[in-house]
């Protein structure tokens, strides 16, 4: 590359750096044909794959090789918001999947062991219903020798009601104690029903009326919302499947990932709402993700020269200087 070449290259990668904070390519990206977009789309969620399956290997690795356990951790990381997910985690790692295979036949037992290690109904005053499950957990805690988190590491601000941590916890305590064989089920998913209708239990009766603690709210089953739903096809199955599959050399369970990602509806966020900004409306799962790779891997953090759109429009202008 001659002095001029890269120079010109250089001041590409700088108005490439420039708009990568309002995703500029996107002007780009809108106008590639059928094919060139979908071959760009599939790199990146390929991309954004693996790279999730390296934090699913850490949690294997941590587990002992342990595929519910794995799952469990992986669920309750996918269950909250972001600003959560570390202490739901570590929750997942106080009552561990062993503790609660062993009294899931108790939707209580399961409940007072997640709700009493969170440390959260320390935060709410008491009535009969938290009071019962206070008495139930300290069995628990003396019995698998839990201590508890402290209620203060959970983020409660700006939390919607129905994605309160303590109601969260409540839907996954209704789900454990209703489900066995975890992993095989969610291997055989193949259509966002089949997700929707696996994360359909719905919380124990006291949360028909309430989503925090004593403060009674109008009377509601307290379900996995559909979105909800999609999310945990997208975030946990979907990505459970892809990594079993990489574990055991199994291509059937990898494509089945991707057909998945495929029948899901696309997720609605702030990076979407950006993307279509430029008129990129994203067809599904599969799409969505691949633009979330491109804005919080490359877009966000300006890596333009690595980026694959970035370098395909790099290439596109040396092939015009050559042609000039």
């Known amino acids: ?31 590639l044909d059928e094919l060139h977009r979908h071959e760009l789309y599939t790199r990146l969620a390929y991309d954004r794959l693996e790279r ?85 957990f300290d069995y628990y805690a003396n ?74 709210s109008a009377e509601l089953p307290k379900r996995i919302g559909r979105m909800k739903a999609d999310l945990l096809g997208i975030n946990l199955v979907a990505q459970i499947q892809y990594a079993y599959g990489a574990y055991t050399y199994d291509d059937t369970l990898r494509e089945r990932a991707i057909s998945l990602l495929e029948a899901i509806p696309a997720e609605e966020n702030r990076f979407m709402r950006r993307w279509s900004l430029y008129g990129l409306r994203p067809r599904n799962a599969f799409d969505s993700q691949a633009l979330l790779q491109l804005a919080t891997e490359y877009c966000d953090r300006r890596r333009c020269a690595e980026c694959p759109v970035g370098r395909r429009q790099m290439a596109e202008a040396r092939r015009f200087r050559e042609r000039e």
């Open 1 to 31: 590359m001659t002095r001029a070449e890269r120079e010109t290259s250089q001041e590409l990668e700088r108005r490439l750096s420039a708009g990568a904070a309002t995703y500029a390519c996107g002007h780009y990206i809108v106008r």
């Open 52 to 136: 999730k399956y390296g934090v699913l290997s850490a949690l294997l690795s941590e587990s002992g090789n342990n595929w519910n356990q794995t799952f469990y951790a992986m669920l309750f990381r996918t269950i909250g918001d972001v600003t959560n997910r570390e202490v739901f985690m570590a929750l997942s790692r106080i009552v561990t999947y062993r503790m609660v295979l062993r009294e899931r036949m108790s939707l209580h037992a399961v409940e007072s062991m997640l709700v009493g290690a969170s440390g959260l109904l320390a935060n709410y005053r008491d009535d009969a219903y938290t009071l019962a499950l206070k008495h139930d």
């Open 143 to 216: 019995k698998y020798g839990i201590t508890p988190l402290d209620g203060s590491q959970w983020n409660l601000r700006d939390i919607r009601p129905a994605n309160h941590p303590l109601l969260r916890l409540a839907q996954l305590a209704a789900f454990l104690s209703s489900n066995d064989f975890l992993v095989d089920r969610l291997l055989e998913c193949r259509t966002a029903e089949n997700v929707r209708h696996l994360f359909s239990a719905e919380a124990s009766d006291y949360w028909y009326t309430h989503y925090i603690p004593t403060v009674a």
